[in-house]
């Protein structure tokens, strides 16, 4: 079993920046690969950024030059660091954990809006 929390979300303007936290607990060990996902209303879940135990990352294209993802494996947490954000960058954002073996784990989201 894997516990994944998130924090960091909320109200920011166009052209500023937000940090999500995501911290993990329980059986951290079988964690290979972080993912962050992004859900706005009406359109699919879809990978935002990811990274793995080495620190291998891959990104969106939409997000590119401005999001950033790191990870802390003695804290057994990952960031999303995220600049010049857009309005459309508003959604819903979740810290998925890809195993090694086993179901993927997911965190509970936290809001992201970016007013124009």
């Known amino acids: 079993q894997v516990q994944l929390v998130e924090s960091g979300g909320g109200l920011v303007q166009a052209g500023g920046s937000l940090r999500l936290s995501c911290a993990a607990s329980g059986s951290t060990f079988v964690i290979n690969i972080m993912n962050w996902y992004r859900q706005a209303p009406g359109k699919q879940r879809e990978l935002v950024a990811g990274?793995?135990?080495?620190?291998?990352?891959n990104y969106a294209e939409s997000v590119k030059g401005r999001f950033a993802i790191s990870r802390d494996n003695a804290k057994n947490t990952v960031y999303l660091q995220m600049n010049s954000l857009k309005p459309e960058d508003t959604a819903v954002y979740y810290c998925n954990a890809r195993l090694y073996y086993g179901p993927d784990y997911w965190g509970q989201g936290t809001q992201v809006t970016v007013s124009s």
């Open positions: 990274i793995t135990t080495s620190g291998s990352t």
